[in-house]
Each structure stands twice: as structure tokens, then as C-alpha cells.
């Protein structure tokens, strides 16, 4: 049974800094991807970043240059490192893996005040 355990969440002002860990178990593939949506209230949810075993990464315009993804491939692990928080970045953080199917982890509040 695959299961993503996310950490790391919480309050923070703005123009401050988050780091996000996300620990996969019970994983018996390959991992092709390893990264984070969020959801804002009354918002859909949407893509924040990835990364594959290589280290090649994608991230949404609206983070760029503010977050960076990281991953421990030994540890099935992957981290978000959330610098220059700003109120819009408010959201419920999900962790996700896909190997043959994507799993998603419960989420983690993130909010920022202004």
C-alpha cells in the first residue's frame, strides 16, 4: 500500500520561508515523477512543480524563481523549499508520485499573512 506522508506546513508572513517534505512508502516501482499541486480556497486545484530521478524540474510560472524542488531518490523522499511567500500561495500543498499510477498524499495547510 502506497502511502505519501507530508510535513512542513503551516503560518508564515509574507515574505517568508517554507520547506515541504513529502516521505513515499510501500512504493514497489520505479518512480517516473515525484512533485506538488495545491488547492486554494474556492480554487481548483493546480500544478506547482516536479521533478524526475534525473533532477530535470518543471514548475509553474507563478512560483518560478521563488520555490525549488528537491529530491532524495533513496529515500523515496521529495521537498519543496518555498521562499518569498506571498498570500496568494495560501493553499492546501499535495505531495504526488507517479509510477504506474499517480498517488497523492492527504495535504498540508500553507498560509501566508499579509
Known amino acids: 500500500q502506497v502511502q505519501l506522508v507530508e510535513s512542513g506546513g503551516g503560518l508564515v508572513q509574507a515574505g517568508g520561508s517554507l520547506r515541504l517534505s513529502c516521505a513515499a512508502s510501500?512504493?514497489?516501482?520505479?518512480?517516473?515523477?515525484m512533485g506538488w499541486s495545491r488547492q486554494a480556497p474556492g480554487k481548483q486545484r493546480e500544478f506547482v512543480a516536479n521533478?524526475?530521478?534525473?533532477?530535470?524540474?518543471n514548475y509553474a510560472g507563478s512560483v518560478k524563481g521563488r520555490f525549488t524542488i528537491s529530491s532524495d531518490n533513496a529515500k523515496n523522499t521529495v521537498y519543496l523549499q518555498m521562499n518569498s511567500l506571498k498570500p496568494e500561495d495560501t493553499a492546501v500543498y499535495y505531495c504526488?508520485?507517479?509510477?504506474?499510477?499517480?498517488?497523492w498524499g492527504q495535504g498540508t495547510q500553507v498560509t501566508v499573512s499579509s
Open positions: 521533478i524526475i530521478p534525473g533532477g530535470g524540474t
Open positions: 504526488t508520485v507517479t509510477t504506474s499510477a499517480t498517488y
Open positions: 510501500g512504493i514497489r516501482s520505479s518512480i517516473d515523477v
